[in-house]
Nanobody
Framework: VQLQASGGGLVQPGGSLRLSCATSGFTLDYYTIGWFRQAPGKEREGVSCIRSSDGSTYYAGSVKGRFTISRDNAKNTVYLQMNNLKPEDTAVYYC???????????????????WGKGTLVTVSS
């Protein structure tokens, strides 16, 4: 199982970025994919996830209405569209995968089985 996040960068407040999570070594259909972030000096935070079983999506309250998770099974890629970015969104963003079928709440708290390297998002004027 391999995951690689990309698409991070420097953006002004109010701007947008789209992160991509390229996956390989497993069938995307059977895994829940999540996005997490960790800001300097802070604990890791679950941002969003998309379930394998039915494509249901979940968001942390801090990003709901601004971020959208989606997946393209044909491209083995999961995306995180981030709009109206705020300075507090600055963090390293990671994508992760899990096939145990747990709830989003569980994953946000305990994390997932497989992790990729992160991509840095900096929101600053």
């Amino acid at each position: 199982v391999q995951l690689q996040a990309s698409g991070g960068g420097l953006v002004q407040p109010g701007g947008s970025l789209r992160l991509s999570c390229a996956t390989s070594g497993f069938t995307l259909d059977y895994y829940t994919i999540g996005w997490f972030r960790q800001a300097p000096g802070k604990e890791r935070e679950g941002v969003s996830c998309i379930r394998s079983s039915d494509g249901s999506t979940y968001y942390a309250g801090s990003v709901k209405g601004r971020f959208t998770i989606s997946r393209d099974n044909a491209k083995n890629t999961v995306y995180l569209q981030m709009n109206n970015l705020k300075p507090e969104d600055t963090a390293v963003y990671y994508c992760a995968a899990d096939d145990r079928g747990y709830s989003a709440t569980y994953y946000f708290y305990y994390g997932m089985n497989y992790w990729g390297k992160g991509t840095l998002v900096t929101v600053s004027s």
